[in-house]
T-cell receptor, first 110, second 115 residues
Framework: SQQGEEDPQALSIQEGENATMNCSYKTSINNLQWYRQNSGRGLVHLILIRSNEREKHSGRLRVTLDTSKKSSSLLITASRAADTASYFCATGRGAQKLVFGQGTRLTINP | SAVISQKPSRDICQRGTSLTIQCQVDSQVTMMFWYRQQPGQSLTLIATANQGSEATYESGFVIDKFPISRPNLTFSTLTVSNMSPEDSSIYLC????????????FGPGTRLTVL
């Protein structure tokens, strides 16, 4: 299975701290995407990184991709209470199908 | 990005009945997908909704249980048939907005509870 694994499964930090989540996958990919989900609602697309890219930034988000290790990380800097959510990585390989990781539940404490 | 709506947003159904979920996009899209998210779990792709032809189902999902329609480039439905409590999940549609993008945008989801 290509399904990714994320760690940690849950992360609790203080507001203002940085949060790092990791994602590993098993097969070759075309791209990797990160999503946020608040309280079981729809997914919000955060960032897409292609297999030939190593790092990408979007606001307070930084994503890295290491295809040799088949892993990616999502860094959220200067966290806010509104960042409390579940974060999922999803890998794309052909036909635009996405395979999702198990997710990281992030809690930002005020 | 595409704006996606789903109806209903949530429903509580009796076992043995069927529910049809609608997904509407504000612009024409190339591809539409349906996912299931069981309680506390990640998302699993059910099928790709093909415009004008039968949907393409993933392993473990069959047309008799999850019939899908896609009559045009902005609309699709997923029916959950002969429901059991194990079908209680969030069902989400997603779209690819164009030929040159790999970014999938998701609808708000439909939370289904089967009693």
């Amino acid at each position: 299975s290509q399904q990714g694994e994320e760690d940690p499964q849950a992360l609790s930090i203080q507001e203002g701290e940085n949060a790092t989540m990791n994602c590993s996958y098993k097969t070759s990919i075309n791209n990797l995407q990160w999503y946020r989900q608040n309280s079981g609602r729809g997914l919000v697309h955060l960032i897409l990184i292609r297999s030939n890219e190593r790092e990408k930034h979007s606001g307070r988000l930084r994503v890295t991709l290491d295809t040799s290790k088949k892993s990616s990380s999502l860094l959220i800097t200067a966290s806010r209470a509104a960042d409390t959510a579940s974060y999922f990585c999803a890998t794309g390989r052909g036909a635009q199908k996405l395979v999702f990781g198990q997710g990281t539940r992030l809690t930002i404490n005020p | 990005s595409a704006v996606i709506s789903q109806k209903p947003s949530r429903d509580i159904c009796q076992r043995g009945t069927s529910l049809t979920i609608q997904c509407q996009v504000d612009s024409q899209v190339t591809m539409m997908f349906w996912y299931r998210q069981q309680p506390g779990q990640s998302l699993t792709l059910i099928a790709t909704a093909n415009q004008g032809s039968e949907a393409t189902y993933e392993s473990g999902f069959v047309i008799d249980k999850f019939p899908i329609s896609r009559p045009n480039l902005t609309f699709s439905t997923l029916t959950v048939s002969n429901m059991s409590p194990e079908d209680s999940s969030i069902y989400l549609c997603s779209v690819l907005a164009g030929f040159s993008t790999d970014t999938q945008y998701f609808g708000p989801g439909t939370r289904l509870t089967v009693l």
